[in-house]
């Protein structure tokens, strides 16, 4: 059975810095590519940023380019390091199997993980 499972949010300052991990199991991780979308509360879930099944493409939302890095392991994990934190950035983030910034392109999505920045 698919699964994926995101790790690592929390309550961080403005500026300070956060790891998202996502660990997938029941498929062949290599195959795919990966996405993480986020949701604010009252807002529709927007992309974030996306890698390529081999590691070397990625997509970026403009409002996190600089700032979000997208990358994957091949012990199938993703993660997504946040640097530079705002307040807007505040959210339940998701990892899903995909492509593309749509989340129609999407399925199987993990639960969700809150990150908080607080100004």
């Known amino acids: 059975q698919m699964q994926l499972v995101e790790s690592g949010g929390g309550l961080v300052q403005a500026g300070g810095s956060l790891r998202l991990s996502c660990a997938a199991s029941?498929?062949?991780?290599?195959?795919?590519?990966m996405g993480w979308f986020r949701q604010a509360p009252g807002k529709e879930r927007e992309f974030v940023a996306a890698i390529h099944w081999s590691g070397g493409t990625t997509l970026y939302a403009d409002s996190v380019k600089g700032r979000f890095t997208i990358s994957r392991d091949n012990a199938k994990n993703m993660y997504l390091q946040m640097n530079s934190l705002k307040p807007e950035d505040t959210a339940v983030y998701y990892c899903?199997?995909?492509?593309?910034?749509?989340?129609?392109?999407?399925?199987?999505w993990g639960q969700g993980t809150q990150v908080t920045v607080s100004s």
């Open positions: 899903a199997l995909g492509w593309g910034r749509d989340p129609g392109g999407y399925a199987s």
């Open positions: 029941g498929v062949t991780f290599s195959r795919f590519a």
